[in-house]
C-alpha cells in the first residue's frame, strides 16, 4: 500500500518539473505573448488538464516559474560603513544580473505578464518588485534617513534601473546603474537634513 501511494508523488512531481523546465524554455524562446498551455504540455510530454490542475491559467503558470527564478536576482543590499558604496555595488549587480538574456526576458515577461492578469500582477510585485524595493529602503531607513524619503529613494533607485532595462535591454550598463544610484543619493543628501555617510 505504501508503493501505491508514493508512485503517483514521484509521478506528479517529475511532471511539475518537467512543466516548470518547458515553461522556462519556452518563454525564453518565445516570449510571453507566444507561450500556450498545449506548448508547454506538448514541451513537457504532459496533457493540459495537468497543467491546469496545479495552475488555473497561463500568468499563474507563468508567474510561479518566473518566482522560482527570482532569488537569483532578490539579493539584499550587504550592509557596510558605506551607504552609498553599499547601494552602488548592489545596483550594479543588479543591472549585471537583468542584462543578461535570462534576465532581461524575465524583466519584460514579467511585465507582460502583470499587465494580463490583476492576480498574477499582485503576485510579482510581492515576490519580485516589493523585494527590491525594500532592500534599498531598508538600507537608507539604516542610516536614518526618514521613511517616505528612503521610499522614494528607493523608488528611483530601483525604477530607474528597471525602467531603463525594459526599454533598453542588454545595451543597459553597471555604469548607468552606478551612476542613476549616485545622482538619487546625491539629491538625497542635499535636500535631506540625514547625513548618509560616503
Known amino acids: ?78 550592509h557596510t560603513d558605506d551607504c552609498t558604496a553599499d547601494l552602488v555595488r548592489w545596483a550594479k549587480n543588479l543591472a549585471a544580473t537583468l542584462t543578461t538574456e535570462r534576465g532581461s526576458a524575465m524583466v519584460r515577461i514579467l511585465t507582460a505578464a502583470s499587465m494580463e492578469h490583476d492576480e498574477t500582477a499582485t503576485r510579482l510585485r510581492a515576490g519580485f518588485s516589493t523585494p527590491l524595493q525594500e532592500t534599498v529602503q531598508q538600507r537608507l531607513l539604516d542610516e536614518d534617513v526618514d521613511e517616505a524619503t528612503a521610499q522614494a529613494a528607493a523608488d528611483a533607485i530601483v525604477g530607474g534601473i528597471v525602467y531603463s532595462i525594459l526599454r533598453e535591454g542588454r545595451r543597459y550598463t553597471r555604469q548607468r546603474a552606478e551612476l542613476t544610484t549616485r545622482t538619487v543619493i546625491a539629491s538625497l543628501i542635499a535636500n535631506s537634513e540625514h547625513t548618509i555617510r560616503s
Not at 523546465?21 to 488538464?49: N, P, W, Y
Not at 500568468?59 to 550587504?78: G, Q
Open 1 to 78: 500500500m505504501v508503493a501505491e501511494v508514493s508512485q503517483p508523488r514521484r509521478r506528479n512531481e517529475k511532471s511539475r518539473v518537467a512543466i516548470v523546465t518547458a515553461t522556462r524554455e519556452l518563454l525564453l524562446e518565445r516570449g510571453f505573448d507566444a507561450l500556450t498551455i498545449e506548448a508547454v504540455a506538448a514541451r513537457a510530454g504532459v496533457g493540459k488538464q495537468t497543467i491546469y490542475r496545479w495552475w488555473p491559467s497561463r500568468p499563474a503558470l507563468v508567474a510561479d516559474v518566473l518566482l522560482e527564478d527570482a532569488d537569483t536576482i532578490l539579493r539584499p543590499v550587504v
